[in-house]
């Protein structure tokens, strides 16, 4: 509802509070926020601050009094916001801006840019519209020699970092289901498994990530040990593993069969006959990731007596 009446997207509205403390909502017994009329006032001066061109940390922390003394004193809005609009370089889209850091091995530069489509496009925005189509190009460029090892690698390790940094406020509680995230054996490049664990977290599970090429026989220890629901594998070099059928199948066998198997990545397709053999389901993209764990959340019925 306070999405709605600021114009501002619930995951922005979090940010803010988390790190600019900027509201400060009272909360319910069951930890849900409740926003008075001042509150969403503040809101909406602070969105009407930074649309002017005021960074958040600026304003965050100015009282409301003084906030609104601020917007009252700036010009049209709207022209302001059209004249920034006009002055940014639109050939420039986050994913352009994010591989030309990589590029340049820059880091500050790659941080800012995913931190910028963040907050305009929300958390699983960006994974889904930014963070993916980048593991995608990052890919294609490292295949024609544009990119080297290393470049992925820089990627990844900033990447990894964001992700971590954005996730720390939102915390799933105890309670939470359980998901084990890792590349099998012979799978290197994880960015594909970064984006399933920051996903999964963004939907309120628990995250365990073990990290790339795990033998069959750790993945399954740590599902049990965890109590996991499910294990989400990434596959996205080498398509041709002739070792890869094998650790699936031990994995699938070692795992108890109320934990699901999930396999996603740009290689997945190459090995959906193994896939098949060992019951596991093939996660075409983020959004059928999100949509089958929603699936998973949800209690099992219980038999008819």
């Given amino acids: 509802m306070v999405a709605r009446l600021t114009g501002l997207s619930a995951h922005v509205i979090r940010i803010w509070e988390q790190r600019y403390r900027a509201v400060e909502p009272r909360r319910t017994a069951t930890k849900r926020r409740l926003y008075s009329q001042r509150e969403i ?24 009094d003084k906030l609104g003394r601020l917007v009252a004193a700036l010009p049209n809005l709207q022209a302001g916001a059209t004249r920034a609009a006009a002055a940014a370089p639109k050939s420039i889209s986050f994913l352009d801006e994010c ?3 990589i590029k340049s ?3 500050h530069a790659l941080d800012s840019g995913l931190e910028r489509a963040e907050t305009a ?19 294609d460029l490292w295949r024609n020699g544009t990119l080297t090892a290393a470049h992925e690698h820089f990627a990844t390790a900033v990447i990894r970092v964001f992700l971590g940094k954005s996730a720390r406020p939102f915390g799933a509680p105890d309670n939470a289901p359980v998901l084990v995230v890792a590349t099998p054996a012979g799978q290197v490049h994880e960015l594909g498994a970064l984006l399933v664990g920051a996903t999964a977290e963004n939907l309120g599970w628990r995250v365990t990530y073990l990290g790339a090429s795990l033998p069959a026989a750790e993945i399954a220890g740590a599902a049990q040990q965890c109590r996991a629901r499910a294990v989400a594998l990434s596959l996205v070099y080498p398509e041709d593993d002739p070792r890869l059928e094998g650790e699936l199948t031990q994995l699938r066998e070692s795992l108890p069969g109320e934990i699901k198997l999930l396999v996603g990545g740009r290689a997945m397709p190459a090995y959906r006959d193994a896939l098949e053999k060992v019951g ?13 764990l929603d699936h998973f959340r949800k209690p099992a019925k219980k038999a008819k007596r």
């Fill in 280 to 292: 596991a389901l093939a996660i075409e993209n983020l959004a059928q990731l999100g949509a089958t």
């Fill in 105 to 107: 091995l820059d880091a």
């Fill in 41 to 64: 006032e503040r809101l909406n001066l602070l969105r009407d601050a930074t649309q002017a061109g005021h960074s958040i940390g600026q304003v965050a922390r100015l009282a409301t």
């Fill in 99 to 101: 591989v030309a850091a």
């Fill in 121 to 139: 496009l929300g958390a699983l925005g960006l994974l889904q519209r930014v963070v993916a189509p980048l593991a995608q190009k990052i890919g």
